[in-house]
């Protein structure tokens, strides 16, 4: 029996699985010499998802980082030789218009992030697959790099830990299960197993379906379930006898039936001879507890497999046998077919990163076989750089609020994500219905009688408009176009756009509670923020100036953008976003334990301090008409960017003087318990209550404002955004050197435009206004620009703006293309929009002082 060291640079719990496998080549190949590996059962695993799993590989997607990860792994399994690329379809049967167009939009999402799908007809699609019924095919998207990992990913994982090994940095122990994580003052020290203790900074939790135990042992919570997917066996199938072959057919997905289907090649093959049915139960999704996986003893198969009821398949069997008739010709085989567990979070996304609550504890969680290399390659370099190449903000686990990962919300969440893993569509602004009204400020209950249109972000419930206000905006409402393709109406409420109209004549109100609020104060306040600031918020910095600032990665990237305000001669305050608030805390918190900062306190006000956004040409006479002392609110005693104490009939109140809609106006804040009094105060004032889509989405372009984590990446610098400072401070800030050598260069490789939409008419003559992230192309090639450093260009941000009445987009442009005037195409549901570039860099279509918008 091998001896387990007493001492590893990490140790990584859930060794055999092919993430576990991936995450330890890829540290290896970024220099680690000494690993140890944990798994429970043997190497490679034979009881988790991996020894299992369909091993298929789409690389379309909507999201880019997948597309990322997804391409990344196809070319590691096939310079492995361990891929078949046999292509793969994805159908819409006759009559289910929809899923034809959400392959269209797939199409052009795969053209924004770098795969190469593209639509066929139906007579195409069953010459390459001719177990269909011809007559019930409508189209399909055609992906020609799809195909199967072969044999199995569960070699593919042996072999990588059989490398590992031979290499003399991985020590592998099978049977070896984590008994417990040793914690101590919110750090990881070593891990516990019966083979011994062995001590480490470092632990990585790559268990699959079981992740959110060991992730407890280390004080974390993991927001991840197993999932029961029904996988069914049709044989003997020998179309492909004799040919030696892994996989005959492309791959086929049947979505709108929630299902997939794959031949298992050449009887004489791995596991051949078979047709394999996945189904994800749309309706009733069956959700485990990791703790009653049954071990590995007691399961009649593996723990990972679970025994299939015919029942929960019945119906989608009857639809498959009707698109596949052969599926009913083979017959069922119940034997061998099975519930396997997969991994779903409370988002869809996978969970990866350091947890919040436990320095040292990493997580490379719920993620697909055709992930798999990629998100080990992510999360090496993330842990042994301190970046991954590209911006992990949609996967890094520190996104989720404590709130976020309570059992019930989990629960909720994730059997939501279940029920949508494949149909339907999932539109972009898709809301949640469980774990709602979990976060309300103190607007709400006023909100609620004036017919809120409730979205929600980071728990927060946000009104995105107000029915009252479709009567008595009527007038304006009249100047907002109707949007007659249910796509781009669904979830959106053409009262926003009224509402926006009203405040640009007069005033309105915009409830921001959902702002994470840090106050920062102690000796080492101003080291700590200066030190992560682009911008000077210490030195000699007037108590109440407001600084609009970035934070950055080690290579210049854009990991934050904030407003720090000044309270006090050692004391800050730190806005930011809802989505990004906790991303930010954690990289505030870590940066000072990194620097040895500890005399420093943080209070998070986020739940105690409610915003409201006031603004509009009569936001200073609406809000003096109120205050108890007026002057107070006159440009030269509260200038832009500034704040102070007011008082709004007797309420307490911090003025902000800022705006992000194009407005004068303040941001005001208030204590919760005066919130309700404010808000009435301004209503009988006369004061629009306005929907936060205005302040995030049509006002935000109009003023080509940048959004973190959407427009603002640490794929991009400073100047590629546009936000660089005319000049760069002298003090020590983290980033600077790769700041200061990119704003060296002769040129950027790209620039965040601003372009509109010409014509937003279809072939039809139908208006569409677009939603979501599309590709730009030229219009003579039809391709995507590409930058030299491979970056593609699709539009970050799109929306109606209603002041200038016109679709307007945000989109990095390589050099070549960024220059106004120069004209691309949008793709959406597989028509081209022409699109000109308005604005190279930072530069707004919208004047808020009167003069006209240009466009």
């Known amino acids: 029996m091998a001896t387990l060291p007493s001492q590893a640079d990490a140790v990584i719990i859930g060794l055999g699985g092919i993430v576990g496998a ?127 990992v072969v044999p199995r990913s569960q070699r593919v994982a042996g072999e990588l830990i059989e490398k590992a090994v031979a290499s003399g940095h991985l020590h592998a122990f099978a049977e070896t299960p984590a008994l417990d994580i040793d914690v101590r003052d919110g750090r990881v020290h070593g891990v516990e197993t019966l083979k011994g203790y062995v001590s480490t900074p470092l632990v990585i939790v790559t268990a699959g379906i079981w992740g959110p135990i060991p992730a407890a042992m280390g004080g974390a919570a993991l927001p991840l379930m197993p999932l ?44 051949g001879g078979q047709l394999e049915l996945g189904y994800y139960e749309p309706r009733e999704p069956r959700l485990v507890e990791p703790h009653a996986i049954l071990d590995r003893h007691r399961a009649r198969l593996s723990p990972s497999m679970r025994d299939l009821e015919i029942d929960q398949v019945a119906e989608a069997l009857e639809r498959a046998m009707a698109l596949t008739p052969v599926l009913g010709e083979l017959g069922l085989d119940e034997k061998h077919s099975f519930n396997g567990l997969l991994s779903v979070t409370s988002d869809g996304g996978s969970l990866v990163g350091e947890s919040p609550e436990t320095r040292g504890l990493w997580f490379c969680e719920a993620v697909w076989v055709k992930d798999a290399p990629g998100m080990g390659k992510l999360l090496a370099e993330w842990i042994t750089r301190g970046r991954p190449d590209m911006d992990p903000c949609s996967v890094d686990i520190a996104r989720f609020y404590p709130v976020q990962k309570t059992p019930h919300h989990v629960h909720g969440r994730c059997r939501e994500i279940a029920q949508k893993i494949y149909d339907p569509p999932v539109h972009p602004r898709e809301p949640f219905a469980s774990g709602r009204n979990l976060r309300r400020g103190p607007f709400w209950s006023r909100e609620q009688e004036l017919g ?89 910095t007037p108590i109440g100036k407001g600084v609009y600032t970035h934070f950055l990665d080690d290579a210049g990237g854009v990991h934050s953008d904030l407003t720090i305000v000044r309270l006090a001669p050692n004391g800050w305050r730190v806005i930011c976003g809802g989505d990004t608030g906790h991303r930010d805390l954690m990289w505030i918190i870590r940066h000072g334990e990194e620097w040895g900062l500890s005399r420093w306190h943080l209070e998070d006000r986020t739940d105690g301090l409610a915003t409201l956004g006031l603004w509009g040409p009569n936001a200073r006479r609406t809000l003096q008409a109120l205050a108890d002392l007026p002057e107070a609110l006159d440009d030269v005693h509260l200038p832009f960017a500034t704040t102070r104490e007011i008082r709004v009939q007797g309420l307490p109140v911090w003025a902000f003087r800022i705006s992000y809609v194009g407005e004068q ?191």
Request: aromatic share 10%.
């Open 22 to 148: 991936s995450v330890v080549h890829h540290l290896i190949e970024l220099g680690w010499t000494n690993l140890v590996g944990l798994e429970t059962a043997a190497l490679p695993s034979d009881v988790g998802s991996t020894a299992h799993a369909s091993d298929f590989c789409y690389m379309t997607s909507h999201d880019r980082l997948s597309c990322y990860t997804t391409t990344y792994s196809q070319r590691f399994f096939e310079a492995m030789g361990h891929y078949h690329k046999s292509g793969g379809l994805e159908i819409a049967r006759v009559g289910d218009d929809a899923r034809l167009a959400e392959l269209q939009r797939k199409v052009a999402s795969g053209k924004a992030f770098g795969t190469h799908a593209c639509m066929i007809d139906a007579d195409e699609t069953v010459a390459r697959f001719p177990l269909l019924e011809r007559d019930l095919v409508l189209g399909a998207l055609w992906d020609p790099d799809a195909g199967l």
């Open 452 to 540: 809120g249109y409730f979205m929600e972000a980071a728990g927060w419930e946000r009104a995105h408009g107000y029915a009252a206000n479709e009567t008595r905006l009527a007038a304006y409402l009249e100047r907002v176009p109707e949007r007659p393709a249910e796509w781009d109406a669904r979830h959106f409420w053409r009262v926003a756009n009224a509402e926006q109209l009203a405040m640009s004549d007069d005033v309105g109100m915009v409830n921001l509670s959902h702002f994470a609020i840090y106050d920062i104060s102690g000796h080492d306040a101003e080291a700590l923020l200066e030190r992560l600031s682009v911008a000077r918020i210490g030195g000699d």
């Open 665 to 855: 106006g303040w941001e005001l804040y208030v204590p919760f318990s005066y919130g309700l009094a404010l808000w009435d105060r301004l209503f009988e004032a006369g004061v629009t209550p306005v929907g936060i889509d205005t302040y995030a989405n049509s006002r935000r372009l109009e003023k080509s404002l940048r959004l973190q984590n959407v427009d603002l990446l640490t794929d991009y610098n400073l100047l590629e955004a546009g936000l660089a400072r005319p000049k760069v401070k002298s003090a020590e800030f983290h980033g600077k050197s790769a700041h200061l050598e990119q704003r060296g260069r002769e040129h950027q490789p790209a620039t965040l435009c601003t372009l509109v939409m010409e014509d937003h008419h279809d072939s039809s003559g139908i208006p569409r206004f677009p939603v979501g992230q599309a590709p730009l192309l030229d219009p003579e090639s039809g391709e995507v620009p590409v930058d030299t450093l491979g970056r593609r260009s699709y539009t970050t941000s799109i929306a109606w703006g209603p002041s200038l009445e016109c679709n307007i987009a945000l989109g990095y442009l390589p050099r070549a293309y960024a220059e106004e005037g120069r004209r691309l195409l949008l793709e959406y549901f597989g028509e081209h929009y022409s699109m000109r570039v308005a604005a190279v860099g930072y530069r707004a279509l919208y004047d808020p002082l009167g003069e006209r918008p240009r466009s």
């Open 228 to 271: 029961e997917h029904p996988l069914i066996f049709f044989g003997p199938f020998d179309t492909f006898a004799g040919s030696g072959k892994e996989i005959g057919y492309p791959l086929l997905r049947d979505q709108g039936n929630s299902a997939y289907l794959r031949d298992t090649g050449d009887p004489a093959s791995t596991e």
